[in-house]
């Protein structure tokens, strides 16, 4: 088995839904996500997939979250966009494209980071 990782990074504001605390209030993070693929099957070239077609596809992917405030975004009406939730939303959105993709990990500081993967 095969694991690669890539990192990038995206900053946005949001506020979480239902919650009795500070982050109930509109606040920002610069957002660190990775994202892993996993296989077996190399390509001609004995690759999994090219880093570059996976940071690509990763970053038109937090193009769509970089410097919003994610709470008014269509994809977010009515739910608490949470690390949870986002690491969820990137997943989803590179594994329609990219198959061999295994877990999306969203990291709001260097100590605290939600993963997610099936």
């Known amino acids: 088995m095969h694991e690669l990782k890539v990192?990038?990074?995206f900053s946005?504001?949001?506020h979480l839904l239902n919650y009795d605390g500070e982050c109930e209030n509109q606040h920002g993070h610069n957002w660190k996500v990775e994202v892993y693929a996993k296989g077996t099957e190399?390509?001609?070239s004995n690759l999994l997939i090219d880093f570059?077609?996976?940071k690509k596809?990763?970053?038109s992917v937090l193009d769509l979250l970089d410097h919003k405030d994610i709470n008014t975004l269509d994809?977010?009406?009515?739910v608490s966009p949470s690390s949870e939730i986002l690491s969820?939303?990137?997943y989803e959105k590179l594994k329609s494209k990219i198959p061999c993709i295994s877990k999306v990990s969203v990291w709001e500081t260097e100590k605290a980071c939600a993963s997610?993967?099936?």
């Open 12 to 14: 946005a504001a949001h």
């Open 42 to 44: 190399l390509d001609k």
């Open 57 to 59: 596809e990763l970053n």
């Open 52 to 54: 570059k077609v996976l």
């Open 75 to 78: 994809d977010f009406q009515n």
């Open 88 to 90: 969820k939303y990137i």
């Open 116 to 118: 997610y993967y099936e």
């Open 7 to 9: 990192e990038s990074s």
